[in-house]
């Protein structure tokens, strides 16, 4: 069965609140449980001015506390910026309080002015997130007396006191952007996979071959993947109509691509039969047309969700990119529409027994129609009867009803 959920980077515009923008990503965490989205990671960033959760950690805490059955997931845990005892002790601790509902998605960090405000060579980050996640997976499933002399890191006869509450451990991912490293780390160390750049130009080239990477790493370092634990993320809004959902979020989307990623990443985002197009011409529609975003109907998505299936070979689960590109009244409707129409058909929640007694019913609605009617009658004459044997009169309403029902 497929899962839903959200990627929180979070993305808000420069300018704006932050307290306000955290309680605005609070609420939509919540009204995703309400309408039951299986999971929510939220990212970890520290420069930029866009990305503004620093912490993961402390945010799903706090959304644990404010939901009821959505999974909460780092989205993803720099894994270079920390040492790893720490980050095995804090997902562990938060696993217990939340009886069971954290994952531990892991990267080596997306922004280089990250790493470079630490001094870390943004050349050793890939290696070192390997190195640090497999030291995570010795706290999680051994029992002590772990020493390890790392590049970035010491353990001395290391041990967790508190093992996590899921057993063995939760379940860890690893990003994977438009390089195969992501793919060949989740293999090595026996992962789940965050495609995290799904909707950029690239990102949907030759899936099937991308997973193959990690099921070739994985054999190499005998472990095991499983496809069901693959997320793919999507920038996604919905409405009624395909131009209605396109206009909702043109302006806010294309701000998003010059304001974020041209003019503070420094990102060219070019199509290779564009090379050389204009900045405004670096647009959503054009990242629409190549298919790296899912705008438009329920209909819409649910066809674009099985072109998926069908050119990577199959999935876990699909992950909303979080954005605000239209008003938040349309961001939660669009959700709202997603989760009507949209992740039933990939769930099992649209019963073939529903469908079948709708056809029944219509199949025989004469009948069942005739025999209402016919007990509606039989009401009315035992009432009549019963007035009569009282010796009482008959309501006029009874006797000559306003309203004639034929069958």
Known sequence: MMKFGIFMAPFHRVGENPTLCFERDMQLIEWLDQLG??????????????????????FMAVAATRTRHIMLGSGVVSIPYHHPLHVANRFALLDHLTRGRVMLGCGPGALAADAHMQGIDSTTQ?????????AILRL???????SIDGSYFKLVDAHLQVKPFQLPHMPIFVASTISPSGMVAAGQLGCGVLSVAS???????DLMKRWAMAEESAAEHGKTIDRKNWRMVFPIHLAETREEAMNDIRDG????????????????????EYPNQP???MNIDRMNGRGGIIVGTPDDAIARIKELQQATGGFGGILGLAHEWTTREKTLRSCELFARYVAPQFQGQVAEGVKYSNEWARENRDLMFGKAVAGILTAVQDYAQHKAE???PVPEMITQPGTRIRP
Not at 40 to 55: K, T
């Open 37 to 58: 989205y299986e999971e929510a990671f939220i990212g970890e960033h520290h420069s930029s001015g866009w990305e503004i959760i620093s912490s993961p950690e402390i």
């Open 126 to 134: 890939r290696k070192r997130m390997v190195e640090g996640v497999t």
């Open 140 to 146: 999680f499933n051994e029992q002590g007396k772990i």
């Open 199 to 205: 909707y950029a130009p690239g990102g949907l080239d």
């Open 253 to 272: 989307a294309n701000s998003w691509i010059r304001e974020y990623f041209i003019d503070t990443l420094g990102t060219r985002v070019q199509f290779e």
């Open 279 to 281: 900045v405004e011409e």
């Open 390 to 392: 009282k010796g009482e």
